[in-house]
């Protein structure tokens, strides 16, 4: 099957399963991206600081680009749709959605590099088998965008796998950090890996693989990088916070709506 | 203030090309612990608005740099015309006597053209 | 093989490169006024690149478009680059001196380390915001294309890479005041707002006219030194040329009342500041300072174990 444009689509499932991957995609990409951006200025290094924002705008870039597809889809304005939607309508990973550490990010930020490090690194790996199985979706929009934004994981993956080896790697205090952060990662990366409820439809439709081979892949993809680094394998992973995928969340996700929402709500007819 | 942590800021130059044909040439410099680190953040601090087929970085400790003395002296004579073009200006005179056009510079380097539009 | 030379001969050969308009570089021999005026210059102009970030990022999340929230992203980012470019020419310069980044990061949380004015100022509306791409850039560029010439040469080119991407940032800043601008009642409003807010600090950008206003001007040391052209005074006066007829043409006021340009003087006539603020706020007590410094301060030392964990032992290169 392959679906060349909306006006393609075939029936009433395929669309709501396809809504419903393009919904996750966005909002994994959209709030991750502006965790990563309130690292602006506070990075351990001044140049890791200008690194890291390229990424968060590539991120940023590709979230806008599935919005996109979701306005063309009949789904509301990009900018409504990353602006206006409350908690319970946001489909992201609970994991994505947490602050960086302690404290809010004007006052007193105690910010976790090796948990925003270990984030980002098991997300890049997650996003990257997620990216080459959607380059065969059947609704081949989304296949194009799929190939697209390939381009830009190079450079996340090397990033974030170099920061991840040398601080893993360094011994004493660091190593200890990194640990506890994988550990904090896996208890919510089930979170990420899982495609929810209509993950069963949304294989049968070919939009993207089934969920339990994407996620066999992710973990070969990191299986060197555990072994190198003496970290058990096969990980286990978990959401214990809860499934974001069906809109459960967070009051972390509260408040970063909150600030992302407030000069939009003040008058969403304006143009800005 | 913690003498631990100093190591980190050790100085690189970054270097890099914009396509395959064009030569490396120097960017800027950047601190770094160490060159994969100092890889990683090179194409984001200084060509994230240009294209970049390949980079280099050195540590700067490596490179053998001229001191200010050697700047000064670095000057030539200016007696040299026997090995360039200039030297064998006269020749296009020469060559018009009959009725040729001289191969000169601009012309050769012309004839590359030629062959890559095959 | 090293050339003998007595300081006055060392002075002499400098000033004739200066006259020469050649490039004095890193390793060239300096006097200790120029080295320490650049110095000075320099990691200021740095930090306060680093410190402007701050209050632009807070609109990051709270820019009411994706495609703002990208722009602001990308102009944080270049500032934070500027910063880092001009952090790099101090560091060579204050090498002799034995001071890292390490040094320049302690002496900014101290307070012995000053930052420009205009970034101890509050940003509370998404007026604030455009203002700041739109005049504070515009007041930098003006500021920054006057020392392209620069006779020390790892500054000017420094300088040619971060005027280049100032142009961006111009054009950003124009396109937010722009759209309000031309929007609702509400929307001119917050321009408007944030014009007379920011007055005062805009005038102060160029520093004082003359050591009198405030007790002391560098102004003096860089022109000599061909590190720049201007005068501060002179420089304000560009800024008005450009931007009061644009912001004239868009229907805002000026804050100040008594200003007109004189004719046959050639110059703008206006109210002066309050330059008493100006020597406070660069004493780190504006409004924001202490904030704004308090963070980078603890993330810098909430984050010393990554540094400390990388940093390679032995022998270093």
Redesign the interface.
Known sequence: MNVKSPDEIPNKEYKEALLSLLYQLADDDFILA?RG??W????????????F??I??DT??H??MY?QMLEELGEGS??SL??ARPSHERRNAILLEEVNGQGNY??????D?AFTVVRHYFYSVAKKVRIDSLKNSSYEPLAQLAIKINTELY?HL??WK??FM??VN?????SV?MREAVKRVMDEFQGVLTLGPTGKEMAVMGLIEDEENLKKRWELSLQPVFQSTNLAFPPTTAMKKGNGRKGEHTADLDQ?LS??S???N??PA??? | MSDKGQNFYQEFEVFSKRSDGAPMQHQFSLLAPNHELAMVMAQENFMRREPVADIWVVKRSDLRMMTPEERESVKRLDNKDYRNAKGYGYLKKKWRQYEQEMLDEKEIMSWGELVKKK | MSLQMTEEEHMARFMKKIENDEKIEADDWMPDEYRNALIKLISMHGISEIMGALPEKEWVPKAPSLRRKLGIMAKVQDEMGHGQLLLRVAEDLMKPYGKTREHIMRDLFSGDLKFHNVFHMEAPTWGDAGLIGWLVDGAAIISQTNMLGASYGPYARALKRICAEEVFHAQHGEAIIMALAEGTDEQKALVQDAVNRWWEALLMFFGPADAKTTGSSKQDITIKYKIRTKTNEQLRQDFFTKYVPRMLSLGLTLPDETMYYDEEQKLWVYKQPDWSRFKEIIRNNGPKSKERLRLRELSYDNNAWVREALSPSGRVG
């Open positions: 502006y951006s309130e602006l200025g506070l990075a351990p290094h001044i140049e890791e600081d200008v690194a924002s390229s968060n705008q940023m870039g979230a806008t919005y990009q900018d990353a602006h004007l006052e007193e930020p105690r910010y590099w450079y090397l990033h170099t920061w040398q601080l360094a011994g004493g205090e660091a950090k970063a600030t992302l407030e000069v939009y003040s008058d304006a143009t800005w």
